[in-house]
């Protein structure tokens, strides 16, 4: 599926949410800036441990991000990367390297939907042959 000009500002206005375990760790989320997922559903080894955190009052903290698995976003690992520094001020990480991976992986996928299109278009069938 094509990339278009909404997907990718879609993308640049997503949010990173977060879910804790209890009520410790949802105010450390919200003064790192992280807003609270408000409902849904946690699946797999993650609601797991946010389960087993809440039985136990042990602090457990997940981020998540809304992806459209048919397009790749690099920019999804910077955010999460960016988040967990704020959760963690002591932890000083040079994420220079990845907003470099981020804009270079947006170059090509860009290149790519162009080239994509522009193959499309030459390649319709002509109402005359």
């Known amino acids: 599926m094509p990339l278009t000009e909404q997907d990718n500002q879609k993308r640049q206005d997503s949010v990173i949410c977060g879910v804790g375990s209890n009520e410790d760790t949802r105010l450390k989320l919200k003064s790192a800036g992280i807003s609270l997922l408000e409902s849904g559903v946690v699946p797999g080894i993650t609601g797991a441990l946010l389960n087993e ?58 290149t790519m939907t162009q080239q994509t299109s522009e193959l499309n278009t030459s390649l319709r069938p002509s109402p005359y042959a």
């Open 53 to 110: 955190g809440k039985l136990s009052n042990v602090n457990v903290a997940c981020l998540l991000f809304e992806l459209r698995p048919e397009i790749p976003d690099a920019r999804a690992v910077v955010a999460i990367m960016e988040a967990i520094t704020k959760l963690d001020p002591q932890l000083h990480l040079d994420l220079t390297p990845l907003y470099q991976d981020a804009e270079k992986i947006e170059t090509q996928l860009k």
